[in-house]
Nanobody, 122 residues
């Protein structure tokens, strides 16, 4: 079992920044992929970014490329999502997830956090 806890969400004005954190505990996940997804009201959950834990290789959705940066701290078992130049359409609940398959769809992830709300509004 792996437990994931997100933090760092909140209310920010358009153009602002937030950094989300996801702390993992439990079973070792050094060979797994970790990802961020988001879900806005009335919409399906969508992929945001993912990182290979052992290599640090990253991949982003086109909608966030150039504005968001995913990273990890192996020693702290923590993954981050630095979000810059936020837009109202980034408003959603953000979830972190981990799984052996990874990828850009939710089916590739086994364990999920509880989510953290990000609201971009003036």
């Amino acid at each position: 079992q792996v437990q994931l806890v997100e933090s760092g969400g909140g209310l920010v004005q358009p153009g602002g920044s937030l950094r989300l954190s996801c702390v993992a505990s439990g079973r070792t996940f050094s060979m797994w992929s970790m990802g961020w997804f988001r879900q806005a009201p009335g919409k399906e959950r969508e992929f945001v970014a993912r990182i290979r834990w052992n290599t640090g290789t990253t991949y982003y959705a086109d909608s966030v490329k150039g504005r968001f940066t995913i990273s990890r701290d192996n020693a702290k078992n923590t993954m981050y999502l630095q979000m810059n130049r936020l837009k109202p359409e980034d408003t959603a609940v953000y979830y972190c997830a981990t799984g052996r398959i990874g990828g850009t769809t939710a089916i590739g992830y086994t364990y999920w956090g509880q989510g953290t709300q990000v609201t971009v509004s003036s």
